[in-house]
Nanobody
Framework: VQLQASGGGLVQAGGSLRLSCAAS????????IGWFRQAPGKEREGLSC????????YYANAVKGRFTISRDNAKNTVYLQMNSLKPEDTAVYYC?????????????????WGQGTQVTVSS
């Protein structure tokens, strides 16, 4: 199983980026998928997730209303559309997946993780 996160970059505050998480060896509509980030000196935090069954989504308060998670089953890819970016969104962003069913998502103990993509938001 491999998850490949991409789409990061440098953007000005107020701008947008779309992150992609492409999977191989795993069909993304059969697992829960989460997006996480880790800023320098801070713990990794869960931002959003999308459920396997009904595609229901969850957002952390820090990104609610600005970020949108979606899934393209045909491309076996999950996206994180990030709008109205702020300097405090600067971090390495990761996608992760797990076949286990948890009451809440995303979770730090997901089994499969991508390599991370850097997002830098300048003020």
């Amino acid at each position: 199983v491999q998850l490949q996160a991409s789409g990061g970059g440098l953007v000005q505050a107020g701008g947008s980026l779309r992150l992609s998480c492409a999977a191989s060896g795993l069909t993304l509509d059969t697992v829960d998928i989460g997006w996480f980030r880790q800023a320098p000196g801070k713990e990794r935090e869960g931002l959003s997730c999308i459920r396997r069954n009904d595609g229901s989504t969850y957002y952390a308060n820090a990104v609610k209303g600005r970020f949108t998670i979606s899934r393209d089953n045909a491309k076996n890819t999950v996206y994180l559309q990030m709008n109205s970016l702020k300097p405090e969104d600067t971090a390495v962003y990761y996608c992760a997946a797990d076949v286990r069913r948890w009451e809440y998502c995303p979770r730090q103990n997901y089994a499969h993780w991508g390599q991370g993509t850097q997002v830098t938001v300048s003020s």
